[in-house]
């Protein structure tokens, strides 16, 4: 079965991804991460992740939770572009061409995490957390983000508000999401064919 790929230009935000409010915003990311081990571990899955601007918040964020070593399997936080080439096999051209913070580039993050750790799911975050960096059509703000099961690769890309650290909140809460939202959607396709 070929790969289906699904890239949003530019993806609305919810309430939460609005909101200047830390720490509603992490208790949010909370319990998305901690339905996400209820499902993954429910169907004997593994996830990786592969971060940039977001440091390994990610990362953080599952680990958080008791029991995450039975369904995350490992992050790598490639910062710099020759880490991205290196570690995660972004190849150098889409880097050129395409720039750290494009749909390409988190699409080959989290292909090259997902095999790299040989698990189900990966997902990945590039992108612009300020105050200074910005590119023509790149604000200060703009975070690529795309998750992945090796079927079907979602990238999607917001425009946050706030200082550096409300950005990189906001996209773990945005990345999770959609991967919770991925999860449950193909556990009712899957629920519905029985």
């Known amino acids: 079965?070929?790969?289906?790929?699904?890239?949003?230009?530019?993806?609305?935000?919810?309430?939460?991804?609005?909101?200047?409010?830390?720490?509603?915003?992490?208790?949010?990311?909370?319990?998305?991460?901690?339905?996400?081990?209820?499902?993954?571990?429910?169907?004997?899955?593994?996830?990786?992740?592969a971060e940039s601007l977001t440091g390994g918040l990610v990362a953080s964020h599952i680990v958080d939770i008791a029991g995450s070593s039975a369904v995350f399997a490992g992050g790598i936080v490639a910062y710099q572009n020759e880490i991205k080439e290196a570690l995660l096999g972004v190849p150098h051209s889409v880097l050129e061409e395409k720039g750290a913070v494009s749909a390409e580039t988190v699409l080959n993050m989290t292909e090259g995490a997902r095999k790299k750790?040989?698990?189900?799911?990966?997902?990945?975050?590039?992108?612009?957390?300020?105050?200074?960096?910005?590119?023509?059509?790149?604000?200060?703000?703009?975070?690529?983000?795309a998750v992945t099961n090796g079927k079907k690769n979602t990238a999607f890309c917001k425009i946050f508000a706030g200082n550096r650290t409300c950005v990189r909140e906001k996209s773990v809460y945005s990345v999770l999401g959609k991967l919770l939202f991925l999860l449950n959607n193909q556990k009712n396709t899957c629920t519905s064919e029985h």
Do not use: H, Y
């Open 117 to 145: 750790f040989g698990c189900q799911w990966a997902i990945a975050t590039s992108g612009i957390a300020g105050p200074g960096g910005a590119e023509p059509g790149k604000p200060v703000g703009t975070v690529w983000m």
């Open 1 to 49: 079965m070929a790969n289906e790929t699904k890239i949003i230009e530019m993806a609305e935000l919810d309430e939460i991804e609005r909101s200047e409010d830390l720490a509603t915003i992490r208790e949010k990311t909370q319990e998305i991460a901690r339905q996400i081990q209820q499902i993954l571990l429910e169907r004997g899955q593994m996830m990786a992740t």
